[in-house]
């Protein structure tokens, strides 16, 4: 265990819907033990939305012992707590609300611990005066600070592991790995030559009319949806139960249904695919890390609101790709457009697109990781 402040860390986290947010606190829980030596407690309400992206997970244990990491089954704002169950650092995900027991012996702890809200990524402008601010708790010696992630070295930049790059490059340096790799899903040798496609979206994409643009056009495409991922538009072309496994050719198309696949074997999904839709933050993150084109599809909220948060990010990011733009727009709905004539402009542009990842990267690298930013950031406050 570190030597170095801090020694201890809990994280809290609630499975909202989908898989992001335990995704996002299992990597950070395990970088902060791997890389730092700290000591983690992750408390989780959801083990079965937790098992589905770490198979090892036990669905039934109240506490387990993963790689390492303490992960407590969250099951209620009850139960009492003394200072001796606090770590040095509580990290709250997405503003949940930590048992009231856990507030009132944090703020019986000499030194108090540091207390971090860790907010969701966004490009949107106002982040960066955001980041970092305190906000007082109303009753007790307590003080929160907002931890952003972002685009810009004023937020807390990006989740991004140690050996993240170096591992990448040298499974894309390896071919022969590569096609060992998805060849674990049935990807033939042809299948290798073509444009491989990998598809994680919400449900509502236009997937019918993109599958049909693939279908109709001049260059071989095979798309590898994971099981569970648009279930009806990929059912519909199979013309069959969509279960890992199954797969269909029509035209210059061919779907295969994936397993829903352990974490870090979706990062290889990423890294072997020429082009990759992904969603919500986790895997839109991890597809800026795959040095590869990505399509992201925005977690939908009221009023359109996505649509502010996207538009933020393609400015920032599909600089010089005008196909990119209107492509994405068309894909999160936020404007109408012909998916052929769409999907054209963009496969012309690919070979730019792919620059402009590398270029992205290089950026995003300054920026420095996030686990290590937000370490600095909570010494800077004891
Ligand atoms: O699953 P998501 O839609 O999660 C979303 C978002 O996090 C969103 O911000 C949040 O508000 C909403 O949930 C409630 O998409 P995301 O964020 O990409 O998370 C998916 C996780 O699943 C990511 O960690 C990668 C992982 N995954 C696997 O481990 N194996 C797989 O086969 C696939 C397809 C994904």
Redesign the pocket.
């Known amino acids: 265990m570190s030597l170095e402040f801090p020694r201890t860390l809990a994280i809290f986290c609630k499975v909202?819907?989908?898989?992001?947010?335990i995704?996002?606190c299992w990597?950070l829980a395990r970088q902060f033990h791997a890389e730092h030596g700290i000591a983690v407690t992750l408390w989780v309400d959801d083990l079965t939305s937790f098992r589905?992206?770490w198979p090892a997970v036990d669905t039934r244990a109240a506490v387990q012992d993963i790689g390492g990491i303490t992960v407590r089954h969250w099951a209620g704002q009850d139960g009492e707590f003394s200072p001796a169950d606090i770590p040095d650092v509580v990290i709250e995900f997405?503003g949940v609300d930590i048992p009231p027991g856990y507030i009132e012996a944090m703020a019986q702890c000499e030194p108090r611990p540091a207390w971090i809200n860790y907010e969701?990524l966004s490009a949107e402008e106002w982040v960066e005066g955001c980041h970092s601010l305190p906000s007082m708790h109303p009753r007790l010696k307590l003080t929160k600070h907002f931890f952003f992630p972002g685009f810009t070295d004023k937020t807390g930049g990006l989740l991004r592991e140690r050996d993240l790059v170096p591992e990448r490059e040298a499974f894309q340096a390896d071919p022969a790995a590569m096609a060992a790799f998805l060849g674990r899903f049935g990807v033939t040798p042809n299948e290798m030559a073509s444009l491989k496609v990998s598809l994680?979206c919400?449900p509502h994409a236009p997937v019918t009319e993109l599958f049909q643009a693939w279908e109709q056009g001049g260059q071989a495409v095979t798309c590898l949806v994971?099981e569970g991922?648009a279930r009806e538009k990929v059912a519909a072309f199979l013309n069959m139960d969509p279960h890992a496994g199954a797969s269909a050719t029509r035209g210059a198309l061919t779907v295969r249904v994936i397993?829903?696949?352990?974490?870090t074997?979706?990062d290889r999904?990423l890294w072997a695919c020429d082009l990759n839709f992904?969603?919500?933050?986790?895997?839109?993150v991890?597809g800026q890390w795959a040095a590869r084109p990505f399509i992201w599809h925005i977690?939908p909220q009221d009023e359109n609101l996505h649509h502010v948060k996207l538009r933020a990010f393609l400015q920032k990011y599909a600089v010089n790709t005008q196909s990119l733009v209107d492509f994405s727009l068309c894909w999160n709905g936020e404007r109408e457009g012909q998916m052929d004539a769409l999907w054209t402009s963009l496969q012309a542009e690919l070979p730019t697109i792919v620059r402009r990842a590398l270029e992205w990267e290089a950026q995003m690298l300054e920026n420095g990781d996030l686990v290590s930013n937000l370490l600095n950031f909570v010494r800077t406050l004891r």
């Open positions: 909202v819907d989908n898989y992001g947010d995704g996002i990597r589905r992206i997405f969701g994680f919400y994971p991922v397993p829903f696949m352990p974490q074997d979706y999904l992904v969603r919500g933050e986790d895997s839109w991890r977690y």
